[in-house]
């Protein structure tokens, strides 16, 4: 409900509209980043900067992280219903993140997301007045063969299946589970995530759902071991690194009504720096992004995934949470204290922050540690290359 309250929040004071406005320009017919190699990471930095202007909104949100949908999740239980299949039952339209559209009231989603909360410039039906019109859904039973996608599908694309290394296939295959599930959500025109006639950034399931294509991102590039190269190696394992379509890694990504200033907007990153594919590739707590993500159901629940990826894992990108392990955890723990054991329903996006607490002798610790890292770089990157050879079987077919 934090996120609920906080999208409404910031779409009431204009602010989320500048969001959907940068995505609207950024995918218009002239300049589609849907079809270029800065697809991703295009989106990765969109997020971030969502992220920190939710933790802008008052002490209930200076610690928020968004929260990213594990579609997988949906998957299993649509697979799972009988044939009749009721789109109502799918456990992400039971989250208060709204529902199905109602066919006979212009598809518009009920509450939490009725007009009564929350309204759009966009997708108006006829008897809607301009800049009050519903947050419109629906997925039509026969209308489409569109999929949601289970784990082993998604671990073929990260890992598990060698065609997916070069970054072209990946991306392609990316965009088009992608594009599946919006049509799954919006399967008719006229409503937000229909990919085609809609606006599905206007949707509050559509920074969920990059969320997750983020974490298949990153999981891609951890599995692969590209967490091991300095930014500046990537361009010596292209292909399969990265792949010039359009966009090169030091393309200057263009975030427009975001980072320009228009009407005196509040001064961001993107406002005095350029960002890149190449700046965006690693987000993690080695960067000055300093983005931890947790791995819940979809990792652990995983065993495609795991056990071809499991030693390749950078502990420093992901926190992994055992669902059966953190409920064996939890048992008998006093009720008030159980906050900092339990993972959220959904596995969330976190900051890695220092604490005010941490010991001065960790800290020489940590700045020891720096300072070797220094002079192992100073000296090469030669392992790091080696654990890449490693993947491939030689760095001549990278």
Not at 126 to 135: F, H, Q
Not at 154 to 169: H, L
Not at 214 to 233: G, I, P, S
Not at 362 to 375: D, E, Q, T
Request: net charge negative; proline share 3%; hydrophobic share 35%.
């Amino acid at each position: 409900m934090l996120y609920v309250d906080g999208f409404q929040k910031l779409t009431r004071e204009s602010v989320m509209t500048l969001f959907v406005e940068s995505h609207e320009r950024a995918t218009s017919a002239a300049n589609n980043i849907h079809l270029t190699s800065q697809n991703f990471f295009w989106h990765s930095y969109w997020l971030w900067e969502m992220e920190n202007t939710f933790r802008a909104l008052g002490t209930e949100y200076e610690c928020f992280t968004l929260p990213y949908w594990d579609v997988t999740h949906d998957a299993d239980a649509w697979s799972q219903m009988d044939p009749a299949k009721d789109i109502n039952e799918l456990p992400i339209y039971n989250s208060n993140l709204g529902g199905n559209g109602d066919i006979d009231n212009d598809y518009c989603v009920g509450d939490p997301w009725s007009k009564e909360y929350y309204v759009t410039d966009s997708c108006c039906a006829d008897d809607e007045e301009a800049m009050s019109c519903c947050l419109k859904r629906f997925h039509e039973a026969d209308g489409n063969d569109s999929l949601l996608w289970n784990k082993a599908d998604f671990a073929q694309v990260i890992y598990a299946d060698e065609k997916y290394a070069n970054y072209a296939s990946f991306s392609n295959r990316m965009f088009w589970i992608h594009g599946s599930i919006h049509d799954f959500v919006g399967s008719i025109s006229g409503v937000h995530f229909n990919r085609n006639e809609g606006q599905p950034s206007a949707d509050p399931l559509f920074p969920m759902f990059h969320m997750f294509i983020e974490v298949v991102r990153l999981l891609h590039e951890d599995c692969y071991q590209y967490d091991t190269l300095n930014m500046f190696e990537l361009d010596d394992y292209m292909p399969n690194s990265f792949i010039v379509m359009n966009t090169t890694l030091d393309y200057a990504m263009d975030f427009s009504i975001l980072c320009d200033g228009t009407d005196d907007q509040m001064t961001r990153l993107c406002s005095d720096t350029t960002i890149t594919p190449r700046l965006m590739y690693d987000i993690s707590p080695n960067t000055q992004f300093q983005v931890v993500y947790e791995l819940g159901e979809f990792w652990t629940n995983n065993p495609n995934l795991k056990s071809v990826c499991a030693d390749n894992l950078n502990s420093t990108w992901w926190n992994v949470v055992d669902a059966a392990t953190d409920a064996e955890h939890n048992e008998g723990i006093d009720h008030e204290e159980e906050s900092a054991f339990v993972s959220s329903d959904h596995t969330l996006q976190s900051i890695y922050e220092w604490s005010n607490s941490v010991a001065i002798g960790s800290v020489l610790f940590l700045v020891i540690g720096v300072i070797v890292m220094l002079l192992l770089r100073h000296c090469g990157m030669t392992v790091s290359k080696d654990k890449v050879k490693a993947v491939y079987g030689s760095t001549e077919s990278v």
